[in-house]
C-alpha cells in the first residue's frame, strides 16, 4: 500500500541512486580495498529525510501564493546538514489516480509504472543548520506569479522538494490542486470510508472478562476506536467476536462493556460485520476451506445463571439484510435457558453480506468460495485490479467503485486514497500529517476529475478502507473534514455505494499468501476437522466442537500479521492443546493374560481427561478363532476427569494358543476415537478339562481308599472280636 512518509525514504533511494556522483573505476576501487579494511570501515551516515506537506491541504488558487513546510530529519549521530532545498513544479497535470499514486509512491522512477513527470525548479532556499539527531522545518513560499505561470489549468500537480548532501540528492514529493475557479471543475466524488473496529490478537475464542473490562475502560482501545469513528461520516466495520464476548457473560458483563455495546447500538453510523475474530478468510480458503469459516456453538461459555434479566445484552432487533452474520429475532431467553448462537450473533446491520479480505490477499479462486458462503460482495484492493484501456489511449483505464470479476461482484477499494487516509491516521509529526492531507485531497480531485461516473449518479463514486493496523483513529475526524471541505469530494454512506451497478469487467492479478502460512493454516483446519469429528463423544458435542472453532477463528484473526513470530507461539501451543484433547480418551493398556478356563472375563479400565463426561464404544477383535469374543461391542460411560472399568466376555475357541486381542474405542456415532495397545491372551482351556479329570480321579482315589480302610477295619473288629469270643469259650472250659 503507497504510504507518503514511507514514500519519502523510497524517494531518497531511488534518487540517490539517479543523482549520486559517479562510482570509482575498478582500478579506483582495487585500490581502495587494498588500504582499508572494509570489516573496520565506518558506515556510511544515513541519508536525511525530507517530508514536503503543502498548506491548505496541497489546495492553491490563482492570484494567491502558497507555503509549503520542509521538514529535514538528520538521523546521523555525527554529521550536521546544512543545504539549500529546491523546489520543483510539474505543468501536466495527472490523468489517472493510478499515476499520481505511482508519482507518490516513487514507482514511476523504478519503471514500474511509466515515466516520471518532467519538473522545473522554481526556487531555491537555503535551509538552517539542523544538528545530529534533530528534525527541523524550513517554510518556502511559492509566489503567485510563478504558480499562474505554470499552471493554466484545473487538475493536480505534481511538486518535489530536493537536497544534495555528500553528493546524494534527496527528494520528497507532493502535489497540488490548481483550483481556478474559472474553469470547470467536476462533480463532487462520493467517499464511503470503512473503518475497523477489532480486538487485539488472541487465542481464545472469547474475550476473557478481565479483558472485556480493560478494553472497554475510559481509556481502553475499544473505547477508543469507538469515539475515534462513531457519529462519523464512515462505515463501521466491527469485528463479531466483540459483541458475542460481551454477550455471553449475560449479567456478569463488566458495566463498562455494557455500556459500550449499547454506544455502538446508538450509534448513527452504518455498521458492516467482520468475519467473527475477523478471521484471514483468503488464507483460510487458500488453506483448503471450502466455505468461509463461522462460529457453530457458544454453549460451552454460557451458565444459564447469568441469563435472568438481561434484555438489554440479548435481545436482537431486525435485520434489514439477511446474511451470514445476522439473525432474525428470538425470544428473550428465561431463567432457566441461554442464548442461542443466532441471538448471541444477532446486529442490526446495514449489510452482513460484503466480504473483507485483508488487503494484497486474494487470488481469483476465493471469490466463488466468498459468494456461496453468503457474501455477495468482496472488498478487491485496486493494486490487484486492472480494466482494459481504450484502444489507443496511454493512460491506466480508470475503475468504478462497484464493478465484477467474472461473474462475482467486488467493492474496489481505491488504494491511493485509502493509502492517503491511513498516513493521515499514522502519522507522528504535522509536516507528515499535512503532506498526507495533500495526497488525501489530490486524489479524490483526480478521482473525481476522472473516474467513472454511474449512470444516474452525478458524480463519481469512490470506496477506501482504513487498515487493520493500529493507528490513531482520533485523527479521523479531521481527515474526514478534508473531505468534506474539497469542492470536489463529500462523504457519502454506504448504502449510495451498494445500490451502483456493478456492470464494469476488471482483471484480478492473484497475490497468493505465502506458502508456511498457508501451511499452517491448512494444519490448523486439519486439526479442527479431527476434533469436530472425536466431539461425538460427548451427549452434546458442540462443547468440544464449537470451542474449538471460536478458538481457530481467533488464531486466523488478521490482528496476527503483524505479530507473526507470537502467531507461531499460539498455533504450536493450539496444536499442543488439541493433541492432549485427541488423546484425552483411552484405554489404560493392561498385561498380557494366560485364560485356563472357556469363558472368563477381560476387565479393560478406559480414562476420560475431558472435563465433560464420554459414552463411547469399546470394539475388541481377536486375532484368530481360537477365541471367540460374545459380546464384541461394549457401551460405556464415563465421568469427566474420571476412570471407569469395564468387563469383555469370553470364550475359548476350536483351539489351544495365543490370541491377539485388537481395541478400538469408538464415538456412538461410530468415530475412531483411539487405537490402544492389543492384549496377547494365551488360551489354555484344555487345563479345565484335564483338572476335572484328576479332581475326579483324586476324588475316587481318596473315597476308595476311604472306604476300603473302613471295610479292613470293620473286619478287624470282627475277627478280634470273634478271637476275644474264642478266648473266654476255652477259659470257661478249663475252669469247669
Known amino acids: ?77 555525527g554529521r550536521t546538514v546544512d543545504t539549500p532545498v529546491t523546489v520543483s513544479l510539474g505543468d501536466t497535470a495527472f490523468d489517472s489516480v493510478s499515476a499520481l499514486g505511482s508519482w507518490l509512491d516513487g514507482s514511476d522512477a523504478s519503471g514500474e509504472a511509466g515515466a516520471a513527470p518532467e519538473l522545473a525548479p522554481v526556487t531555491s532556499v537555503a535551509s538552517t543548520v539542523v544538528s545530529p539527531g534533530v528534525t527541523h522545518t524550513v517554510q518556502v513560499t511559492l509566489p503567485a506569479a510563478q504558480l499562474d505561470a505554470a499552471l493554466d489549468s484545473w487538475g493536480v500537480y505534481p511538486v518535489s522538494v530536493s537536497a544534495t548532501i555528500d ?23 462520493d467517499l464511503t470510508v470503512i473503518a475497523p473496529i477489532t480486538s ?60 459500550w455495546l449499547q454506544r455502538l447500538d446508538q450509534a448513527s453510523n452504518p455498521i458492516i460485520p467482520l468475519t467473527f475474530g475477523d478471521s484471514d478468510i483468503s488464507g483460510e480458503r487458500q488453506a483448503g476451506a471450502t466455505q468461509v469459516l463461522q462460529p457453530t456453538s457458544f454453549s460451552y461459555a454460557l451458565r444459564g445463571a447469568d441469563f435472568t434479566d438481561v434484555d438489554e445484552l440479548i435481545e436482537p432487533t431486525a435485520t434489514p439484510d439477511a446474511g451470514v452474520a445476522a439473525a432474525s429475532p428470538s425470544p428473550t431467553p428465561s431463567a432457566s435457558t441461554v442464548p442461542t448462537l443466532e441471538q448471541l450473533l444477532a446486529w442490526d446491520y446495514t449489510s452482513s453480506t460484503i466480504a473483507w479480505p485483508r488487503g494484497g490477499t486474494v487470488v481469483g479462486d476465493d471469490l466463488p468460495v466468498f459468494a456461496s458462503s453468503g457474501y455477495e460482495r468482496t472488498i478487491v484492493d485496486s493494486e490487484q485490479l486492472s480494466a482494459t484501456p481504450e484502444e489507443g489511449d496511454p493512460a491506466p483505464a480508470p475503475m468504478a467503485a462497484t464493478a465484477r470479476v467474472g461473474d462475482q461482484q467486488v467493492l474496489v477499494s481505491d488504494h491511493v486514497v485509502s493509502s492517503a487516509l491511513h498516513d493521515a491516521l499514522s502519522a507522528t509529526t504535522g509536516p507528515g500529517r499535512d503532506a498526507a492531507y ?38 479521523l475526524g479531521a481527515a474526514m473534514a478534508v473531505v468534506s471541505d474539497s469542492p470536489w469530494s463529500q462523504p457519502s454512506p454506504l448504502d449510495t455505494l451498494l445500490t451502483g451497478a456493478f456492470e464494469q469487467p476488471l482483471t ?60 507461531s507461539v499460539a498455533v504450536d501451543a493450539a496444536r499442543e492443546t488439541t493433541a492432549t484433547t485427541l488423546g484425552a480418551v483411552q484405554i489404560v493398556d493392561g498385561s498380557n493374560i494366560n485364560m485356563v478356563a472357556n469363558q472368563a472375563n477381560l476387565p479393560v479400565t478406559l480414562s476420560n481427561e475431558l472435563p ?34 469395564a468387563q469383555i466376555p469370553l470364550e475359548a475357541g476350536v483351539a489351544n494358543g495365543p490370541v491377539t486381542l485388537r481395541f478400538q474405542v469408538l464415538s456412538p456415532t461410530g468415530v475412531l476415537v483411539s487405537v490402544p495397545s492389543p492384549v496377547l491372551v494365551n488360551v489354555s482351556a484344555d487345563w479345565e478339562t484335564w483338572g476335572t479329570v484328576i479332581v475326579a480321579i483324586l476324588l475316587v482315589l481318596l473315597f476308595g481308599f476311604g472306604l476300603v480302610r473302613n471295610i479292613l477295619r470293620r473286619r478287624k473288629r470282627i475277627r478280634e472280636a470273634t478271637d476275644d469270643t474264642d478266648a473266654t469259650d476255652e477259659t470257661d472250659a478249663s475252669h469247669g
Not at 570509482?24 to 556510511?44: L, N, R
Not at 459414552?615 to 474420571?642: F, Q, W, Y
Open 508 to 567: 484480478l492479478t492473484d497475490a497468493p499468501q505465502p506458502a508456511e502460512r498457508i501451511e499452517r493454516i491448512s494444519a490448523l483446519l486439519s486439526d479442527a476437522r479431527g476434533i469436530d469429528a472425536f466431539s461425538s463423544v460427548l451427549l452434546d458435542p458442540s462443547l468440544l466442537s464449537g470451542s474449538q472453532q471460536a478458538n481457530l477463528l481467533a488464531l486466523l484473526s488478521n490482528a496476527w500479521t503483524t505479530n507473526t513470530g507470537g502467531w
Open 1 to 77: 500500500m503507497s504510504r507518503v512518509a514511507p514514500a519519502i525514504a523510497a524517494c531518497a533511494l531511488i534518487a540517490g541512486a539517479l543523482f549520486a556522483t559517479p562510482a570509482p573505476s575498478p582500478a579506483q576501487a582495487v585500490e581502495v580495498s587494498a588500504e582499508v579494511d572494509p570489516a573496520s570501515a565506518p558506515a556510511p551516515a544515513p541519508a536525511p529525510a525530507l517530508t514536503l506537506a503543502p498548506a491548505n491541504d496541497g489546495v492553491a488558487t490563482p492570484g494567491s501564493e502558497l507555503q509549503l513546510a520542509v521538514e529535514i530529519a538528520n538521523p546521523s549521530d
Open 438 to 475: 495533500a495526497a488525501l485531497s489530490a486524489s479524490l480531485a483526480v478521482a473525481a476529475e476522472h473516474g467513472i461516473v454511474p449512470s444516474g449518479s452525478p458524480g463519481v463514486k469512490v470506496l477506501a478502507v482504513l487498515d487493520r493496523e493500529t493507528m490513531n483513529l482520533g485523527d
Open 200 to 259: 487485539v490478537a488472541s487465542s481464545t475464542g472469547l474475550i476473557q472478562p478481565a479483558a472485556l473490562e480493560a478494553f472497554t475502560s475510559d481509556s481502553g482501545v475499544l473505547t477508543r476506536e469507538l469515539e475515534a469513528v462513531i457519529d462519523q461520516p464512515v462505515t463501521i466495520a466491527v469485528d463479531p467476536r466483540i459483541i458475542v464476548s460481551i454477550r455471553a457473560l449475560g449479567s456478569a458483563a463488566p458495566d463498562s462493556a455494557v455500556a
Open 167 to 189: 553528493g546524494v540528492t534527496t527528494v520528497a514529493r507532493s502535489t497540488i490542486v490548481w483550483n481556478d475557479p474559472a474553469a470547470s471543475a467536476p462533480a463532487p466524488a
Open 612 to 645: 465433560y463426561p464420554v459414552n463411547v464404544v469399546v470394539h475388541v477383535t481377536p486375532s484368530n478363532g481360537r477365541l471367540v469374543v460374545e459380546k464384541s461391542d461394549i457401551e460405556v460411560t464415563i465421568e469427566a476427569n474420571s476412570r471407569k472399568g
